[in-house]
């Protein structure tokens, strides 16, 4: 069975897109429109692997993959940071949550599968 990937990313269009990319890939694909609601499906489908943006409402990333962190049944889940924050700093503060990885948006499909691959394993 495919691995699941849960896409938690505020931008509607983003959203779809990235769903579109990963489900051709062969990912079985769950997405949440913020933070909070991304915790919640985490816990519900288990994923193999988290695609969080930072910049959402409710919770930001940052809080998310610091509550996801904590939470024992996601704990060790991958999580990568996939935004449009493209400093030193926002890749520090992203790694000091616990973030598996992190891409600075605009990607394209090849890199976004190639660490999406690197963390889960081929669909």
Known sequence: MAPVILVIE????????????????????????DGQAGIEAAAAVRPAL??????????????????LRQNSATATTPILMLTHKQEQADEF??????ASA????????????????????PA
């Open 102 to 121: 992190y891409l600075a948006k605009p990607v394209g499909p090849t890199d976004l599968l190639a660490a999406v691959t690197a963390l889960t394993g």
């Open 50 to 67: 988290v695609i969080l943006d930072i910049m959402m409402p409710r919770l930001n990333g940052y809080q998310a993959c610091r509550a």
């Open 93 to 98: 503060w992203a790694e000091e949550v616990g």
């Open 10 to 33: 505020d931008d509607p269009d983003q959203r779809k897109l990235l769903e579109e990319i990963l489900s051709s890939a062969g990912f079985r694909v769950f997405s949440a429109s």
